[in-house]
């Protein structure tokens, strides 16, 4: 009878431990999406690195925020890794009210994301969203900003339309994030006066000399934009797979990580899939916390799958 008690026991723990890899086979293609930000292309490689090993294939579409949305409350796409708060509360809060979106986790918090001028500019009397207007004719009435239908473009664009801080007159230039940074690199070498979005993480913050402004905390949040990052996903998912949803609830980044990642990728010319592997390795105990109740989708042991697959 005790032989038979700890045989059972034995057997519910091997059970509970492949719970999580009986997923229907909808779960075995992950799709997400890359709106063109190097931080997120960062973290989409990362999730990839390690979905690989585990027996699921990344299927990663480049598509702008809005369409992004629109493919997970249509069941288009599976997840995001990108939606950061508060700069895309208006399109996020009311289709998770309206059940179209479901949080699952924080996996990035300590950064910002606000309006910035080069250190000259901000040395010369600019330092908060109030003293653009007083010196439009330096900035050209101009704000550079990244890719139409960027969440932050248009909260710039409301900015302008509600005449907040004077700026009713001033034009939105859009383009993409290293659209954006070329211009403001071509303003540095000219001493010229340029204000864009600014945040991080992201190599910007090293490789210019910039100053985020003051003030801006209506359209931005408060503390000059402080934000955290969130990995969303279509409704349901969380039930449909909750191998992957263990995973992802367990993914989380650190500036610091994505940093040292962006700057591979725009600096040294690297694939985002080439950091990603190069990041791991570098610190492999990222993947004790990562693969924690995770198996893989036959249900072996997931650190063991993914440290043989990279040679860790």
């Given at each position: 009878?005790?032989?038979?008690?700890?045989?059972?026991?034995?057997?519910?723990?091997?059970?509970?431990?492949?719970?999580?890899?009986?997923?229907?086979?909808?779960?075995?293609?992950?799709?997400?999406?890359?709106?063109?930000?190097?931080?997120?292309?960062?973290?989409n490689?990362?999730?990839?690195t390690?979905?690989?090993?585990?027996g699921?294939?990344?299927?990663?579409?480049?598509?702008?925020?809005?369409?992004t949305?629109?493919g997970?409350?249509?069941?288009?796409?599976d997840?995001?890794?990108?939606?950061w708060?508060?700069?895309?509360?208006?399109?996020?809060?009311?289709?998770?009210?309206?059940g179209?979106?479901?949080?699952l986790?924080?996996?990035?918090?300590?950064?910002?994301?606000?309006?910035?001028v080069?250190?000259?500019?901000?040395?010369a009397?600019?330092?908060?969203f109030?003293d653009?207007?007083k010196?439009?004719?330096k900035?050209?009435?101009?704000?550079?900003?990244?890719?139409?239908?960027?969440?932050?473009?248009?909260?710039?664009?409301?900015?302008?339309?509600?005449?907040?801080?004077?700026?009713?007159?001033?034009?939105?230039?859009?383009s993409?994030?290293?659209?954006m940074?070329?211009?403001?690199?071509?303003?540095e070498?000219a001493?010229?006066?340029?204000?864009?979005?600014?945040?991080?993480p992201?190599p910007?913050?090293?490789?210019?000399k910039?100053?985020?402004?003051?003030?801006?905390d209506?359209?931005f949040?408060?503390?000059?934009g402080?934000?955290?990052?969130?990995?969303?996903s279509?409704?349901?998912f969380?039930e449909e797979?909750p191998?992957?949803?263990?995973?992802?609830?367990?993914?989380?980044?650190?500036?610091?990580?994505?940093?040292?990642?962006?700057?591979?990728?725009?600096?040294?010319?690297?694939?985002?899939?080439?950091?990603?592997?190069?990041?791991?390795?570098?610190?492999?105990g990222?993947?004790?916390?990562?693969?924690?109740?995770?198996?893989?989708?036959?249900?072996k042991?997931?650190?063991?799958a993914?440290?043989?697959?990279?040679?860790?």
């Amino acid at each position: 009878m005790i032989k038979l008690l700890q045989t059972t026991a034995a057997l519910s723990l091997v059970l509970a431990g492949t719970a999580f890899a009986e997923e229907p086979a909808s779960c075995q293609t992950v799709r997400y999406s890359d709106p063109g930000w190097t931080d997120i292309s960062s973290t989409n490689a990362l999730l990839k690195t390690v979905l690989g090993p585990l027996g699921y294939t990344a299927d990663i579409k480049t598509l702008s925020v809005p369409i992004t949305y629109r493919g997970l409350a249509n069941d288009e796409l599976d997840i995001f890794l990108g939606n950061w708060m508060p700069t895309q509360t208006q399109i996020v809060d009311p289709m998770v009210e309206k059940g179209e979106l479901e949080v699952l986790k924080v996996n990035l918090s300590g950064n910002r994301f606000t309006l910035a001028v080069p250190d000259y500019v901000a040395e010369a009397g600019v330092t908060s969203f109030d003293d653009l207007a007083k010196n439009a004719d330096k900035f050209d009435h101009k704000i550079y900003g990244i890719e139409a239908g960027a969440s932050v473009n248009q909260n710039m664009l409301r900015m302008i339309k509600d005449d907040a801080f004077g700026l009713g007159d001033w034009q939105l230039v859009e383009s993409s994030e290293q659209g954006m940074l070329s211009q403001v690199q071509r303003a540095e070498r000219a001493d010229k006066w340029v204000v864009f979005p600014a945040w991080e993480p992201h190599p910007m913050n090293t490789e210019y000399k910039l100053t985020y402004l003051k003030g801006g905390d209506k359209y931005f949040g408060p503390n000059m934009g402080s934000a955290k990052v969130r990995t969303v996903s279509r409704p349901g998912f969380a039930e449909e797979c909750p191998n992957l949803t263990a995973l992802l609830k367990n993914m989380t980044f650190s500036v610091d990580l994505e940093n040292a990642m962006m700057a591979k990728i725009l600096n040294d010319g690297i694939s985002a899939d080439q950091a990603a592997k190069e990041a791991i390795e570098k610190n492999p105990g990222l993947l004790d916390g990562w693969l924690d109740g995770v198996t893989t989708r036959d249900g072996k042991p997931a650190l063991a799958a993914v440290k043989g697959e990279l040679g860790l």
